[in-house]
């Protein structure tokens, strides 16, 4: 398996602008995730689905940001309209929930600049 | 809300010396789980503890987790220049939608 699959690897837009995020995770795992990392607030989880379901968005910052997860190999996140303020890395992580180990893998991430 | 602290948030040591990250949640945790972070990377799986008092080694890095499953500890022996990078903890509390609740990290520079 290639991982989990991130596009783009950076987007940089101007301030207003709709920004896509996608995710591919790992073929089988059943749970998704998506973090942002700043400098100042770390790694911090957006939302997390599980088998499709998004179980917990306490983690979205406000209803300028939206995921979706339309099936088991593809998920999105999208921030319309896009703020300065919105500059991060995104991670996307896929895991397998059930007996044993439960790490997440983590995607390249993709670098969101909004100028 | 459940919090996971990570200390300290950053590290420098010669190259030989030994390293140590501390976590501590403030609920008991059903696993702890810790990742490393290469700079411009992405967090990348080192291990999971999920016994009371486990520990582990991969090499020169020795994790702990504590008896009453609240705290962590991974520390390296001898650091090397490669050990550089961003060290995390994630707990796993079941009972919390089986999210992992992350610490902040410990950067880690290493002077050769």
């Known amino acids: 398996d290639a991982g989990v699959i991130q596009s783009p690897r950076h987007e940089v837009t101007e301030m207003g602008q709709e920004v896509t995020l996608r995710c591919k995770p790992i073929?089988?795992?059943?749970?998704l995730f998506w973090y942002r990392q700043t400098m100042m607030r770390g790694l911090e989880l957006l939302i997390y689905f599980n088998n499709n379901v998004p179980i917990d968005d306490s983690g979205m910052p406000e209803d300028r940001f939206s995921a979706k997860m339309p099936n088991a190999s593809f998920s999105t996140l999208k921030i319309q309209p896009s703020e300065p303020r919105d500059s991060a890395v995104y991670f996307c992580?896929?895991?397998?929930?059930?007996?044993?180990?439960?790490?997440?893998?983590f995607g390249q991430g993709t670098r969101l600049t909004v100028v | 809300g459940q919090q996971v602290m990570q200390i300290p948030q950053y590290q420098h040591v010669q190259e030989g010396e030994d390293f140590t990250t501390y976590c501590n949640s403030s609920?008991?945790?059903?696993?702890i789980q810790w990742y490393k972070q290469r700079p411009g990377g992405h967090p990348v799986f080192l291990i999971q503890?999920?016994?009371s008092g486990e520990v582990k080694k991969q090499k020169r890095l020795t994790f702990q987790f504590g008896e009453a499953k609240k705290n962590s500890s991974l520390h390296i022996t001898a650091t090397q220049t490669t050990d550089v990078g961003t060290y995390f903890c994630?707990?796993?509390?079941?009972?919390?939608?089986?999210?992992?609740?992350w610490g902040l990290g410990t950067s880690l520079a290493v002077n050769p």
């Open positions: 992580a896929s895991s397998f929930y059930g007996t044993g180990r439960t790490e997440a893998f």
């Open positions: 073929s089988g795992h059943n749970s």
């Open positions: 609920t008991t945790l059903s696993n």
């Open positions: 503890l999920v016994k």
């Open positions: 994630a707990g796993d509390n079941a009972g919390n939608n089986r999210k992992l609740i």
